[in-house]
């Protein structure tokens, strides 16, 4: 999952950030994932995680296709866990986002356990990942280092806006979206939790991390980078 | 993608959320206005937005009210509140764009979604990247900038000349008419999209040498390389060759994906059979 990896940030601020997902191999374990996937994300629930997401029907938060117009004043604005898990209807990549490293390290240790034979990925700072499997008792097989953005990067924003939409990384979060909301929570118009809720809902994945999203805001309201 | 001008009323939340700025209220007709163009048929604003079914009339004279008074108004910034957005049946060679910007749209050659790649993240049950070997993904367009496929080609055109073998798995490889000249079809060259990734794999001796020749073609390719960097690790899940080598040019390796090993051939015999192994330089 190459859209976790290209996360903006440097190690110390992935503190807050771990993805771990689940993937069949098409042609090498896809055939009867389904529950497996199912069980990935039924397993993580205990360890709270900020999201769930599945590749193709999204995360946690989703958009509405028929809201109601009194919905302006009582949205939801709270993840269901448990409408990604049972939207599971095709092998594909399923993904639990954690805000603390010792939850990570527990979850891994959990999906070891379960054996389940899908592929598992750690997704967060080298130091992180490394950290976590340490933790499960697995010795790493593969690593996919992100070597950061290069080429034409003064076509890129700046670090703060960068910091939220790489967290989608199939690109579903605009820069014209992120800049609004840092400028919606700095005049006071939005909570960061509100800015980001809008946010999420954005990424088709459902690997957006509101809690470090949630953090990029509120340095944002008084910092400028 | 297309709106609906019918329905449009110009609240203007659409174009803040297109991914290239492709949407844009036309002043001349007062509706939100695709620039098909740069439109990369993502369907981030169909896909995003929550969709409300207000009558567009009644929305367009409340916003003129709201407008003579000068009165803010303070709608919710990821609605649609008409549902004006149509997205079009594409064709050849449009559709392309989708399949490299829309996530969720799987891509034929490959059945993955997002950008279509598996990389090392399978690695334990492929066996893709093998132990003195590397793995690139070389990635066009992202964050938010966006590629042609004709800058792409700049990149494979060079990649085949240094003789590296590109990943069969991969949906710009399944586009290319000459793999050994790494020759896109001429019908996309035209056509912009949200981002692809270029997967090769060298022995590890090459590393730096694909390091520097991606540094040096990047230079002529007009959008943001995503770089990433794919190894084994031994026995002891140590990844101690291509580290390093990456930090002595010059590389802060701050994330990664780690593969943690745990899967498994679960498939029916017949069905998981190796690839065959590709030639690699």
């Not at chain 1, 939850?103 to 240790?109: C, H, M, N, R």
């Not at chain 2, 995003?48 to 079914?53: D, K, M, N, R, T």
Request: contains cysteine.
């Amino acid at each position: 999952m190459t859209n976790t990896l290209h996360r903006f940030g440097d190690a110390a601020s992935f503190y807050d950030d771990y993805v771990i997902f689940a993937i069949p191999s098409r042609g090498k374990n896809e055939k009867g994932s389904i529950p497996k996937l199912k069980k990935f994300l039924e397993m993580a629930l205990p360890f709270k995680p900020v999201n769930l997401g599945d590749a193709i029907h999204g995360g946690a938060l989703r958009p509405s296709r028929n809201m109601h117009p009194t919905a302006h004043w009582k949205r939801d604005m709270e993840p269901d866990f448990r409408a990604v898990i049972e939207g599971v209807d095709t092998p594909t990549t399923v993904a639990a986002v954690f805000d603390n490293r010792v939850a990570a390290e527990d979850f891994l240790t959990t999906v070891r356990q379960a054996d389940l034979g899908l592929c598992i990925n750690v997704s967060t700072s080298i130091d992180g990942a490394e950290q976590c499997c340490h933790a499960a008792g697995i010795p790493r097989h593969s690593v996919g280092y992100s070597l950061g953005f290069q080429g034409k990067t003064e076509k890129l924003p700046n670090s703060q806006v960068l910091t939220l939409t790489t967290m989608c990384g199939h690109g579903m979060i605009s820069t014209s979206l992120a800049k609004k909301m840092i400028d919606w929570v700095k005049e006071g118009r939005r909570t960061p939790e509100q800015a980001v809720t809008y946010m999420a809902r954005f990424c088709s994945c459902g690997v957006y991390n509101p809690s470090r999203a949630k953090r990029i805001l509120e340095d944002a309201r008084t910092k400028i980078k | 993608m297309r709106i609906n001008p019918d329905k449009c009323v110009a609240c203007g939340n659409c174009t803040y959320v297109c991914p290239m700025g492709a949407i844009y209220i036309d002043p001349a007709i007062k509706r939100a206005t695709v620039d098909r163009n740069e439109c990369v048929e993502c369907y981030a604003c169909f896909n995003g937005l929550s969709q409300e079914h207000l009558n567009p009339t009644l929305v367009r004279t409340l916003r003129k009210l709201f407008q003579m008074v000068r009165l803010r108004f303070d709608p919710e910034p990821d609605v649609c509140p008409t549902a004006a957005f149509d997205p079009e049946d594409l064709q050849w060679p449009r559709v392309v764009r989708r399949a490299f910007s829309d996530p969720r749209v799987p891509h034929e050659s490959t059945g993955v979604q997002g950008r279509g790649t598996e990389e090392v993240k399978t690695n334990d049950v492929t066996g893709r990247v093998k132990e003195g070997e590397v793995g690139f993904t070389i990635e066009f367009g992202r964050p938010g900038v966006g590629v042609w496929f004709h800058e792409i080609q700049k990149m494979t055109w060079a990649l085949a000349k240094a003789g590296v073998a590109f990943e069969k798995k991969n949906p710009i490889t399944s586009l290319m008419t000459d793999v050994a000249t790494g020759t896109l079809r001429d019908d996309i060259q035209g056509e912009k999209i949200l981002s692809a990734i270029v997967e090769i794999k060298v022995p590890v001796e090459r590393t730096e040498e694909i390091i520097r020749l991606v540094r040096e073609v990047e230079q002529q390719v007009d959008t943001v390389i995503a770089l990433g960097v794919g190894a084994r690790c031994d026995a002891s899940g140590e990844e101690n060759v291509v580290g390093p080598i990456l930090e002595h040019l010059g590389y802060k390796l701050e994330r990664a994906k780690t593969n943690a090993g745990l899967g498994r051939i679960t498939n029916p015999v017949e069905e998981s059979q190796p690839e065959p192994a590709q030639a690699t330089r």
